[in-house]
């Protein structure tokens, strides 16, 4: 049978006219801001306890680490990040279809291509079937393993840019599971999280180890976009951006003056 996809037009293009094999549904910080399936209704209040757990007892105390790691007060970051109306973070469940044989040939088994989250941090419940892999600093991608009960934090562009990259973004990407593991679907439960709509991604300067290693900056001084520029330009541009070709195994697109990179 034939693969089926009504929101292709949506679908990430991954090379030579293949794309993405990705189902997902995503259920705002609040959940009930939306109106939902039937099936989920029931669902929706341990839903919005597990997105609390991720935003409050996940994120914000890795914040508060990340933030004493900067020698700025423990709260920094948290203060950026609250659990409130102007926070947009969200939980996903995705789904990973198995290609058929032709798609993976196309495609060099790339799933979904390398690149950065937008978010501030990104957290995966690690999940059994091996997928994923970080970019390293020498270039190579390093297989994620599956550790029960675990779970896997990548920072994000948002956070990049508030650290002056001194914390900086987690090039990732998925591809085909090992032989052992194909011809399975691949869910994942994830939590996205930013920082708080009306927050500028400019660089913490009071940081005295930024003032004492540097800054980089992804924009001019004072040209930083706010988060919700940000995220809605990162989510307008997926699966719809002509990227441009760059050096090696790069493309680009460039979005509200920052531009971004995907690695095939």
């Not at 292709?8 to 939902?36: S, T």
């Not at 919005?48 to 991720?54: E, G, L, V």
Request: glycine letters at 4%.
């Amino acid at each position: 049978m034939s693969w089926v996809d009504p929101w292709l037009e949506c679908a990430q293009h991954i090379a030579n006219g293949v794309r993405d094999r990705i189902e997902h549904y995503n259920l705002n910080r609040n959940v009930y801001l939306k109106e939902h399936p039937t099936a989920v209704r029931p669902l929706l209040p341990e839903i919005q306890s597990f997105i609390r757990f991720n935003h409050i007892e996940v994120v914000q105390e890795l914040a508060r680490l990340l933030a004493l790691g900067l020698e700025l007060p423990e709260d920094a970051l948290v203060q950026k990040l609250s659990y409130e109306d102007k926070n947009n973070a969200y939980c996903r469940f995705m789904m990973y279809h198995p290609r058929p044989e032709e798609e993976e040939v196309k495609t060099d088994q790339v799933w979904l291509k390398g690149h950065p989250d937008q978010t501030l941090m990104s957290v995966l419940w690690s999940q059994p079937v091996s997928a994923l892999q970080i970019r390293d600093s020498d270039g190579k991608w390093r297989w994620v393993k599956h550790v029960e009960n675990a779970l896997v934090v990548n920072c994000g562009d948002s956070l990049d840019m508030l650290s002056g990259a001194y914390y900086k973004s987690a090039i990732h990407r998925v591809i085909r599971p090992p032989e052992d593991q194909r011809g399975h679907n691949r869910l994942g439960v994830f939590y996205f999280c930013y920082a708080d709509d009306d927050v500028q991604l400019e660089p913490l300067i009071d940081s005295p180890v930024l003032q004492r290693v540097g800054i980089t900056r992804r924009v001019p001084e004072g040209k930083a976009p706010f988060m919700e520029a940000w995220r809605k330009a990162r989510t307008a541009a997926y699966g719809t951006s002509d990227l441009k070709k760059g050096l090696e195994d790069v493309e680009e697109e460039i979005l509200e003056g920052i531009r971004v990179k995907h690695y095939n």
